[in-house]
């Protein structure tokens, strides 16, 4: 097997001008990592532009509120790499004395930063020869070899790290990781791999046998969890009851308004029947309109259902929620779901039918 593949010039012409590729900065690198974790670097960049005008230095990040860095992450979607990314930012400002760890085997120390980031930030910014592997690396190695061992089978984790790390490239690690990475993300596509002008062809197996897209081989992950909410954006004399999720896995930190969650599909407003639903609202409310979207996490598929829902000022929630104008509802930091509605909201205002 050749210690290396040959794409260090292909690289060197035909690499994407981005920003993070432009500095040794391991704030920075890191940063763009968490961003691009999960995240199309079309739909990073924009956000990576603006954490690094609000936190030029990992002290700025260090010492923003949890709020306003949820804020600003809003959007992105898998929010728990934004609560890690403070974690992390307060961890090195008061233990480490703001400086990053230069070495791959301690940044695994901090939280959120698994094998990939840290060999990322290792070999990016300290140039030290440790393979990183993501899902392009992945790709392009599984159809390179013809690997049939599933990237996500414990042996096949172990396979490709060690056969990546064989082929790295120890005098040019920061170069050769980004190559075979931007490789994979321009020409080894999943669906769509343009092997004809792929500066590796001649030695790959998969395009000698013409199976790309049997590459890479996948363990069939189970069917996710289905849920079904309905949330109820309350209306009384221009404001509306927000909860922040505290301690929940998802969303942590962010604001949505109350709801319920039922096991199966309820249709239409049946959904005011269920007696969780008449201890929240009372008595005396209208139900003005409704707005349903579906969203897709990793394990879970949700099925929400916002209902608009007019009540009078003598109406009270306990204090787990907190009573905001409607009209500072973009100053909030909320999940994906909520801020769909909020969209469908806006254009679609309704005239309060309750008058004191």
Known sequence: MSSTLPILEWYQQNKRDLPW??????????????????????????????????YPTIKKLAAASDDDVMKLWQGLGYYNRAKNMLETARIIVKELNGTFPTTYVELLKLKGIGP????????FAYNEPKAVVDGNVFRVLSRVFAVAEPINSTKGKQIFAELAQELLDKKHPAQYNQAIMELGATVCKPTT???????INAKCLAFDQQKMLEF?????????KERFLHFFFIEQNKKTYLYQRKKERIWHNLFEPPFVEVQTFIEGETIFEKNEVKMLLGKYFSVERSFSTKHQLTHQTIFAQFWIVQVPSIFTMDSSYISV????????????????????????????????
């Open 21 to 54: 590729r432009n500095t040794k900065n391991p704030y920075f690198i890191w940063l763009s990592e968490v961003i691009l974790q999960q995240t199309r670097v079309d739909q990073g960049l924009p956000y990576y532009l603006l954490f690094i005008k609000q």
């Open 325 to 356: 104008e409607i009209a500072s509802i973009s100053m909030f930091a909320v999940h994906r779901l909520f801020d769909k509605f909020w969209e469908f909201y806006k254009l679609n205002p309704v005239r309060s039918t309750f008058m004191g």
């Open 116 to 123: 990939y980031t840290a060999a990322a930030i290792a070999s």
């Open 193 to 199: 791999p343009n092997c004809i002008i792929c500066v």
């Open 216 to 224: 890479p081989v996948k363990l069939k992950k189970q069917k996710p």
